[in-house]
């Protein structure tokens, strides 16, 4: 039995969840950032927040919107916001965050909710301080506004290779462009070009005051194996580092050998692990 209930929380607890977030910087980058954005009220994140604890004395939160984020929660928390979860019945496309909470999450949700269509129950969890210690690559730069049109399938086939379907199978695609040129205008799209074509692109999906979380790394097939996603992600890092936060995280499958190479030459270090239950 639950001796504190599970709580909505709202814009009156503002710097207890920035404590609780500021305690994971890395793990808890999705969170921070959305809601550093938006707060904490829900018409306007567009998602809610809850939260395990009482007030002044938060222990773990859980966002749940589009995504269900657990932060830093142990088994009451997990039990509380599993009940929650399992009474509103699915709104998520996934379940991503800390491995433990993730895993357990979904022990308790799994009878209830309709088939995960993927569990990631691995992703090593990775970050670095500094720059690369190989050259980067001097062609990768910021994607330009007038470029979306030309990042965007390749855009679109990192996802359906990364995630298994498609982007554009909804609204023909027309949320995910918008995210991809939103990605762009705040100048946190990276690509290198060559003859008009996409070889090379990655993405800071995230930033917080702690972070700049790479996403969506993609390499066109016909130019893998030349080193070019290692120099390209030296680049990224670099300029991440210079410009945008003091450091770079990423999480990656523990059976994409190829990527998790990339990322060690590239100085990364694991500092956790995420797992992702997918629908």
């Known amino acids: 039995m639950l001796t504190v209930p599970v709580r909505l929380l709202g814009d ?23 809601v550093e954005a938006g707060g904490l009220t829900w018409w306007r994140t567009g998602a809610r ?17 589009a995504n269900m984020i657990p932060v830093r929660a142990g088994a009451d928390a997990i039990a509380g916001f599993a ?9 998520c496309s996934s379940i991503v965050g800390e491995s433990g909470a993730v895993l357990q999450l979904w022990e308790r949700l799994a009878p209830h909710w309709s088939p995960a269509r993927e569990i990631r129950a691995c992703q090593p969890l990775l970050m670095t301080a500094d720059p690369a210690p190989i050259a980067p690559d001097p062609g990768v730069r910021l994607v330009r506004s007038n470029e979306v049109g030309t990042l965007f399938p390749a855009s679109v086939a990192m996802y359906t290779e990364e995630v298994g379907v498609s982007p554009i199978a909804e609204a023909g695609g ?20 060559v003859d008009g074509r996409v070889v090379f692109k990655a ?3 995230v930033v917080t005051r702690h972070t700049a979380q790479v996403q969506g790394v993609w390499v066109a097939p016909e130019w893998r194996g030349r080193g070019l996603g290692a120099a390209g992600m030296a680049a990224v890092v670099a300029d991440a580092l210079e410009r945008v936060a003091p450091t770079v995280s990423l999480y990656v499958n523990d059976y994409n050998t190829a990527a998790r190479r990339v990322y060690e030459r590239c100085g990364f270090r694991a500092v956790g692990a995420f797992a992702t239950v997918l629908f």
């Open 83 to 91: 009940e929650l979860a399992r009474r509103e019945g699915r709104r």
């Open 12 to 34: 009156t607890d503002r710097a207890d969840v920035h404590r609780l977030l500021d305690a994971e910087p890395i793990a808890a980058a999705q969170v921070a950032e959305r």
């Open 49 to 65: 927040v809850f939260g395990y604890g009482a007030p002044g004395r938060l222990e773990s939160l859980c966002w749940l919107g």
């Open 174 to 193: 027309r949320v995910y462009r918008q995210r991809v040129a939103e990605l762009v205008r705040s100048r946190r799209a990276y690509a290198r070009f």
């Open 203 to 205: 993405e800071l999906a």
